[in-house]
């Protein structure tokens, strides 16, 4: 019985625990001065205080209790719980497409570790499909675990690799791609396959989830049956990111990969396309419906361009008031070939650094400027900040979302160095990383607390 009180629980915890006879997985009845809660004892985080016991409830959520507030406890059941899924063999069925699911990790495949309290990746595809059976009655699905990383340590290596890896599935007739990928970096990702994979006759669509799927209220499961439908039906042919619409389980978006940002650290509905509306909507009822009607069709044919090129040494500045020199020129000290600066206003920064960037661009360095508004266009024209910068070498980059500006430097240089070649490929649209307007529905941010805004949420969604 030691051994269960020795699951993370440590000095005042453990005591309790032994106190009333009470083990980890037990099932408890406890009785505090702020009511009575009922669930099973968990296993605390090895790094966590001795002050706490942690129960999950009827409900699935975990709750904490301080054991200063626990009069009474009592174990009235036990049973270990196991969270490992079985991976599960997927049935073919005559007839459904063929969809490739390429795993790289994330939260949708992962699971909590009870002895750490982190999430971590868990999941192979194939354990997905044990999770989601639903996956069998859209299409005939076969999985690769190209990666186990969370998406923080996707980088270029992995763009490339993943792009061959589709190019290959494409070459051999699989009819739609999903991959599954953590939400944090989930729209580097998408920037980077768009320019990568071009010309797709496939839906290639990229997925995660914002809660894993131990929790009652995760959206691994509607997401993955969401980008699934979307790969073996839809008619949009590009690289997608498919997550929550609105924060309830109605339907999601396809947002086009070079205008999609996550924009909430929790929210499921986390991912909104800027500057522009997303591509279509996706529900099980319904299946894609388009927003917009101009996008690259499904083919037949297996041609598609695979470019994975990509030079490393490439940065982001978000630029700060009180900016020093020195933060451009300790870049260009380390061999950094370009840089993509994160301007105030319509593209500015401080009079100081004008030095550091004449220096940068006569050693080579290509600098573009983007916004930090997210929503608009860079007009370095407008003050003489930025006509002053623009004599300066400072490219403007028109309304690329910063994360894609720099996916995009990276994938030009991994091609060219040369200067006109750079700005020729930076600023011809591949797909839709520049538009030439932004749509009047193309920005809305709600204010709450106003009367009509108020009304609207009450009577439309969240």
Same mark, same amino acid.
């Given at each position: ?6 699951? *993370? $629980? &440590?000095? #005042?915890?453990? %005591?309790?625990?032994? !106190? ?5 997985? =037990? ?49 009235? *059941? $036990? &049973?270990? #719980?196991?969270? %490992?899924?079985?991976? !599960? ?5 005559? =007839? ?367």
């Amino acid at each position: 019985m030691a051994e269960d009180f020795f699951q *993370g $629980y &440590k000095g #005042a915890g453990l %005591k309790m625990l032994m !106190k009333f006879n009470v083990r980890v997985w =037990g099932q408890a009845e406890i009785e505090t001065s702020r009511g009575k809660f009922a669930g099973t004892v968990l296993p605390r985080s090895e790094n966590d205080d001795d002050q706490h016991i942690v129960i999950k409830i009827i409900t699935g959520y975990n709750v904490g209790l301080d054991i200063k507030t626990i009069t009474s406890m009592k174990e009235v *059941g $036990y &049973k270990k #719980a196991n969270y %490992k899924i079985p991976e !599960k063999e997927f049935p073919y069925t005559p =007839g459904l497409p063929k969809v490739k699911l390429i795993g790289t990790g994330g939260t949708i495949a992962s699971r909590l570790d009870y002895r750490t309290g982190a999430v971590i990746p868990a999941f192979t595809p194939g354990e997905l499909y044990g999770a989601v059976p639903e996956l069998a009655d859209i299409c005939n699905l076969t999985t690769e675990k190209l990666f186990a990383v969370f998406s923080e340590n996707m980088g270029p290596e992995q763009y490339k690799k993943l792009a061959i890896a589709i190019g290959k599935e494409i070459e051999n007739g699989i009819e739609g791609i999903v991959i599954g990928h953590g939400t944090d970096t989930l729209h580097y990702t998408a920037a980077a396959l768009t320019f990568m994979i071009q010309d797709s006759p496939v839906p290639i669509v990229l997925v995660g989830s914002q809660r894993s799927s131990d929790r009652p209220s995760s959206d691994a499961a509607l997401n993955l049956i969401h980008a699934n439908y979307t790969a073996a039906y839809s008619d949009i042919a590009e690289v997608m990111v498919c997550m929550f619409g609105p924060t309830s389980d109605e339907y999601g978006f396809l947002h086009r990969g070079t205008r999609v940002r996550k924009m909430h650290s929790s929210y499921r509905s986390t991912f909104r396309t800027i500057g522009d509306t997303p591509l279509a909507t996706v529900s099980r009822k319904n299946g894609v419906t388009p927003i917009k009607q101009d996008y690259n069709h499904r083919r037949k044919d297996r041609k598609v361009k695979i470019l994975p090129y990509f030079e490393e040494k490439v940065a982001m500045i978000y630029y700060y008031t009180n900016m020093q020199p020195d933060m451009i020129d300790s870049l260009v000290d380390n061999g950094y070939k370009g840089i993509i600066i994160i301007g105030t206003g319509l593209g500015h920064v401080n009079k100081p650094l004008y030095p550091a960037i004449e220096r940068a661009v006569k050693k080579g360095v290509h600098i573009f400027m983007t916004v930090q508004t997210l929503w608009g266009y860079v007009h370095m024209f407008v003050y003489d900040t930025g006509r002053d910068l623009m004599a300066k070498g400072v490219i403007p980059a028109e309304n690329m979302l910063p994360e894609v500006a720099y996916i995009k430097l990276g994938w030009v240089l991994g091609q060219t160095n040369d200067p006109e070649e750079v700005r020729r490929l930076m600023l011809t649209p591949i797909n839709d990383e520049i538009t030439t307007r932004e749509p009047y529905n193309g920005y809305l941010i709600y204010q709450g607390g106003v009367p009509e805004v108020e009304d609207f949420i009450r009577k439309f969604h969240k």
